[in-house]
């Protein structure tokens, strides 16, 4: 051992063997070594919950708030969206000439979704210079008297009016445009590391806790960050499945990791199938079909032809109320009818009509999607909330709540375990570093699995290559300042047994 003095009082050498002293006989065996896989996770816990947490909060606070953006739709947005039954409908041609003698030549029809139900308006969609990636500029017409009810900015297959596409934008990119999106990527990539490595350190505890029910709801009793664990623990497991889904699901969303999910689906051929739109059969594929993207037509389209080609659609494959149809995007090319259901059950047949000769083109069904194909469209349609309707927007309103409360608890242990003596450390410390104490067997797992992980979510990669530089210089500058003459460590003197 080492101490400062090495001299007893009076100038004497004390002896090993006096005072409790022990002989090497009587020495006790030495210490187990202690584990290191359970500190490991609750460095990563701890470091990536500190410096990602903001990121996760504002996307989960903003996620909550946009399961609910279709109820607040339909207060906000009524005049627009509803009107009074009547016992007439006008035909969507005479809809269309309606809209287009709103809009003037300064816009160009590219789409028309019916009136889904009685008392809903027809949506005539175009595109007009200074609108956004998939927006389009709606007129919406009461299918009864031809009244306009409103004209709006909507947004992608889900229709999203001004309200839901300014909370939607908030959530992806902090109205920040596309360098905006690599908040929401960090969120989305970091939210499934720190979820599993909380999960294991859940189960760790688990299996030494003596009243095993105070991991499942917080300890009666407890007091101060005691408290606060207890919450964090047990809410947090919990939440773990839909924590894991929503970071899943939202990472296809997302620029790099989004990337290389696109191309694994297209490596092992799980992409949904394209429509093809050729009159003649050349082979061309409808681009826009089931992304929310609509192009306005290049040539003149007849108001009369909507309501032939729906015709022939009501005969094919479509058979719900909530469908879009667009004309050709090019010469050469058909008409267009897609279902947009994206409740359950899944309606996204699609099919396409020549509309000279009304003959069908080909047709796309969800039927024949590949299975993963159909996972992807549920789990997209899960994460927004319009899967399961009400019931689905609850659930997601109470995971993104819960994930809220879950990073405020996490700042409020940190804070709590400060030393409250020590004035220059304001917040709590951080778990001590265990990897270079690890088996080499060990220390290759991490690495590896770190490496694939900064491969398929490249933000992780970046983010995590600048902690460990980071907590690299921190933690030599720290063996630097102990080991300087100012600190007293090289004072030390070292009396042998």
Do not use: C
Not at 472 to 483: E, G, K, L, T, Y
């Amino acid at each position: 051992m080492s101490i400062t003095d090495s001299r007893a009082p009076g100038g004497a050498v004390p002896d090993p063997s006096d005072a409790g002293g022990a002989s090497p006989d009587d020495q006790a065996p030495p210490r187990r070594r202690r584990g290191w896989l359970v500190p490991m996770l609750l460095r990563i816990h701890f470091f990536a919950g500190i410096l990602v947490g903001p990121f996760i909060l504002i996307a989960a606070i903003s996620g909550a708030l946009y399961v609910v953006t279709p109820q607040l739709e339909r207060v906000v947005y009524a005049h627009e969206l509803s009107a009074p039954v009547t016992g007439t409908t006008l035909s969507l041609g005479d809809q269309v000439r309606i809209a287009e003698d709103r809009v003037g030549a300064s816009a160009a029809l590219a789409a028309v979704r019916p009136a889904p139900a009685p008392g809903d308006t027809t949506r005539v969609m175009f595109a007009q210079d200074g609108l956004g990636p998939s927006e389009t500029r709606a007129i919406f017409v009461d299918p009864g008297t031809g009244e306009v009810r409103g004209d709006l900015t909507v947004y992608g297959t889900s229709g999203a009016l001004p309200l839901r596409a300014w909370v939607s934008d908030l959530h992806r990119t902090l109205h920040l445009g596309e360098p905006g999106r690599l908040y929401s990527e960090l969120a989305a990539s970091w939210l499934g590391i720190v979820v599993v490595a909380g999960l294991g350190l859940w189960i760790s505890r688990l299996r030494t806790a003596r009243a095993k029910r105070d991991l499942v709801r917080p300890k009666r009793g407890a007091r101060g960050y005691r408290r606060v664990l207890g919450w964090h623990a047990s809410l947090g497991v919990w939440l773990v499945v839909g924590a894991v889904f929503l970071s899943a699901s939202g990472i296809t969303w997302s620029t790099y990791a989004g990337a290389n999910v696109s191309g694994l689906r297209a490596a092992l051929s799980w992409q949904n199938p394209t429509l093809d739109t050729a009159v003649g059969g050349a082979g061309s594929t409808d681009p826009h079909a089931d992304h929310g993207i609509v192009a306005p037509p290049t040539a003149a389209v007849s108001p009369d032809t909507f309501d032939e080609v729906l015709g022939v659609a009501r005969g094919e494959n479509i058979n719900v109320g909530l469908v879009e149809i667009r004309p050709p995007a090019a010469t050469g090319q058909a008409w267009v009818v897609q279902e947009i259901q994206r409740s359950f059950p899944t309606e996204v047949d699609a099919v396409a009509v020549d509309g000279d000769t009304l003959a069908v083109v080909d047709r796309v069904d969800f039927g024949d999607y590949p299975a993963m194909a159909k996972i992807a469209r549920w789990a997209i349609d899960i994460h927004m909330g319009s899967m399961f309707g009400v019931v689905n927007q609850i659930v997601l309103f109470l995971v993104a709540s819960g994930i809220a409360a879950m990073v405020v608890m996490g700042y409020a242990m940190w804070w709590k375990r400060r030393p409250t003596r020590d004035p220059a450390r304001r917040v709590g410390s951080a778990p001590r570093e265990v990897l270079p104490q690890a088996p080499v067997g060990g220390i290759a797992l991490v690495v590896g699995g770190a490496i694939v992980v900064g491969f398929f979510l490249p933000l992780v990669g970046v983010t995590l290559a600048a902690f460990v530089i980071g907590d690299a210089i921190v933690q030599s500058s720290r063996a630097r300042r102990d080991r300087s003459p100012s600190s007293g460590g090289g004072e030390e003197t070292v009396v042998r047994p």
